[in-house]
């Protein structure tokens, strides 16, 4: 089978990246405000309503997955080999780079060999260096994913069944991390139950969701194109809905700061799909028209930050770190903030471009940021075939 370019993907892909550093950057400016006064429960609404991207990431990791292999003759081994080498390098990597990165100013290993192993045996195990869960949620998805390809080809006729129960299963999930695990001791539970955000079953519905669009793509792509009118009002009610879900979490459940804007609560579920159903829409629109002239520079910086997206997620930490320094220039007159913040979130989402798109070019240098490479007789790099 010829290998499919879903463009409406790189579009995605652009766009939730604007919004993980966008978020990243405003916890910064939230972290800065007094809790409880009006610009910082301002922000802090509007910074809850964006917490769909990592959810919106999952899902565009199960419908390339999906969409890759879902009618190709498929090897477990060889998946297995491909995805997991791929990611394995750049996590641990990163890993040590960050660990480096916090000891010039939190850590002190006294020169002491083992006690910097240590900590880097732990942040792999654990994923909490900075904000690299995202890689060690893909690598249990890689690992349970030819199971997930098994069951959606056996039960092709039974889809719509099976994301019903996906939706079922997620929303009591959901329920229970908002209103049960707070209240519970989870000081002898396995890591990753304890902290379910970064266990892939706590993302079980976007995986399936993505896989679901992927064996019916066209038709479901259809039906978006049909509604555009219905989804963008929808999406506009749906924002201003999740503004006031915040306050109602503040106000009337009295929860923190944190667990308000935490996404793993119920109403996030439908209000991420449809942030994702406007994306792929758009992305289709934008598809359509992408070679067309008015559109050439628009269309060369999607492509350019779809290729560097997955680098940019890791190099983030460098620039945030330098706004962290910078915003306490204004703590004298936070009504700057209003200004700041584009500018911040700009630098940030340049900068970290920047650095992944050398790192992207550099020969086998890139295999940090994902990307396979070799180098010729004349120092080229050669890239290995992208995926969608």
Same mark, same amino acid.
């Given at each position: 089978?010829?290998?499919?370019?879903?463009?409406?993907?790189?579009?995605?892909?652009?766009?939730?990246?604007?919004?993980?550093?966008?978020?990243?950057?405003?916890?910064?400016?939230?972290?800065?405000?007094?809790?409880?006064?009006?610009?910082?429960?301002?922000?802090?609404?509007?910074?809850?309503?964006?917490?769909?991207?990592?959810?919106?990431?999952?899902?565009?990791?199960?419908?390339?997955?999906?969409?890759?292999?879902?009618?190709?003759?498929?090897?477990?081994?060889?998946?297995?080999?491909?995805?997991?080498?791929?990611?394995?390098?750049?996590?641990?990597?990163?890993?040590?780079?960050?660990?480096?990165?916090?000891?010039?100013?939190?850590?002190?290993?006294?020169?002491?060999?083992?006690?910097?192993?240590?900590?880097?045996?732990?942040?792999?195990?654990?994923?909490? *260096?900075?904000?690299?869960?995202?890689?060690?949620?893909?690598?249990?998805?890689?690992?349970?994913? $030819?199971?997930?390809?098994?069951?959606?080809?056996?039960? *092709?006729?039974?889809?719509?069944?099976?994301?019903?129960?996906?939706?079922?299963?997620?929303?009591?999930?959901?329920?229970?991390?908002?209103?049960?695990?707070?209240?519970?001791?989870?000081?002898?539970?396995?890591?990753?139950?304890?902290?379910?955000?970064?266990?892939?079953?706590?993302?079980?519905?976007?995986?399936?969701?993505?896989?679901?669009?992927?064996?019916?793509?066209?038709?479901?792509?259809?039906?978006?194109?049909?509604?555009?009118?219905?989804?963008?009002?929808?999406?506009?009610?749906?924002?201003?809905?999740?503004?006031?879900?915040?306050?109602?979490?503040?106000?009337?459940?009295?929860?923190?700061?944190?667990?308000?804007?935490? $996404?793993?609560? $119920?109403?996030?579920?439908?209000?991420?799909?449809?942030?994702?159903?406007?994306?792929?829409?758009?992305?289709?629109?934008?598809?359509?028209?992408?070679?067309?002239?008015?559109?050439?520079?628009?269309?060369?910086?999607?492509?350019?930050?779809?290729?560097?997206?997955?680098?940019?997620?890791?190099?983030?930490?460098?620039?945030?770190?330098?706004?962290?320094?910078?915003?306490?220039?204004?703590?004298?007159?936070?009504?700057?903030?209003?200004?700041?913040?584009?500018?911040?979130?700009?630098?940030?989402?340049?900068?970290?471009?920047?650095?992944?798109?050398?790192?992207?070019?550099?020969?086998?240098?890139?295999?940090?940021?994902?990307?396979?490479?070799?180098?010729?007789?004349?120092?080229?790099?050669?890239?290995?075939?992208?995926?969608?």
């Amino acid at each position: 089978m010829k290998k499919l370019h879903l463009y409406e993907i790189d579009f995605m892909r652009t766009f939730i990246m604007l919004g993980v550093l966008s978020v990243h950057t405003m916890t910064i400016f939230t972290n800065k405000l007094e809790d409880g006064t009006v610009p910082s429960m301002a922000m802090s609404a509007v910074h809850s309503s964006m917490h769909v991207t990592r959810l919106a990431f999952m899902f565009i990791t199960g419908l390339v997955l999906f969409i890759t292999y879902y009618r190709k003759e498929f090897h477990i081994l060889s998946f297995w080999k491909k995805r997991l080498s791929l990611i394995a390098i750049p996590y641990l990597f990163w890993n040590i780079i960050y660990i480096l990165f916090r000891s010039t100013y939190s850590l002190d290993f006294n020169g002491s060999l083992l006690a910097f192993l240590k900590e880097l045996g732990i942040s792999l195990l654990q994923g909490d *260096e900075f904000y690299i869960y995202f890689v060690l949620i893909s690598f249990q998805f890689y690992l349970v994913f $030819p199971f997930l390809l098994y069951g959606m080809r056996k039960y *092709e006729k039974w889809h719509l069944q099976i994301f019903i129960g996906s939706v079922i299963f997620q929303l009591v999930m959901m329920a229970f991390y908002k209103f049960a695990i707070p209240h519970i001791d989870r000081s002898g539970w396995p890591y990753l139950l304890s902290h379910y955000g970064v266990f892939v079953l706590t993302y079980q519905c976007w995986f399936i969701a993505g896989g679901m669009v992927a064996c019916h793509y066209e038709k479901i792509s259809h039906f978006l194109e049909n509604h555009v009118k219905a989804i963008l009002i929808s999406l506009c009610s749906g924002v201003v809905l999740m503004w006031f879900y915040y306050f109602y979490n503040r106000f009337f459940l009295f929860l923190s700061e944190n667990k308000a804007q935490e $996404p793993h609560q $119920p109403l996030f579920l439908p209000y991420s799909l449809l942030v994702i159903a406007a994306l792929l829409m758009c992305g289709r629109k934008w598809a359509k028209h992408r070679t067309e002239q008015k559109w050439e520079p628009f269309s060369r910086y999607i492509m350019l930050a779809s290729k560097t997206s997955f680098g940019m997620f890791l190099v983030q930490p460098f620039p945030l770190f330098i706004i962290k320094q910078v915003i306490p220039l204004f703590d004298g007159i936070k009504w700057m903030y209003v200004l700041v913040l584009p500018a911040s979130i700009l630098f940030v989402y340049s900068t970290s471009m920047f650095l992944s798109y050398w790192l992207n070019k550099l020969p086998l240098i890139s295999y940090v940021v994902g990307k396979k490479s070799t180098l010729t007789k004349a120092g080229n790099t050669v890239p290995a075939r992208g995926n969608l």
